[in-house]
């Protein structure tokens, strides 16, 4: 069985919070943003996390890319 590839247009567009959360850049920030309200572009701003029915097809046209998991505790100091 040869290896899944990963979607090359998916990985540009999304990434995977720590959490396994499917992050991607809001809409509408491209281009013809004059014609916006500051208040609008500056709540346009940042990331946003995808819907919840959109995240399984994301996570698998990702396929390796997943998240690394968090390490828990606190680094321990070397004993001397």
């Known amino acids: 069985m040869p290896k899944m590839k ?3 247009g998916t ?11 499917a992050m991607h850049r809001q809409a509408g920030t491209s281009h013809l943003a004059s ?8 709540n346009l ?10 995240e399984p097809s994301i996570q698998k046209a990702l396929g390796q890319y997943t998240p690394k998991a968090k390490k828990k ?3 321990k100091a070397k004993a001397e």
């Open 11 to 21: 990985k540009k567009r999304f990434r995977l919070s720590a959490n396994g959360k």
């Open 73 to 75: 505790g606190k680094m």
């Open 45 to 54: 701003r940042g990331t946003e996390a995808v819907d919840q029915c959109m």
């Open 6 to 8: 990963t979607h090359k």
């Open 35 to 42: 014609r916006m309200s500051q208040k609008r572009k500056r």
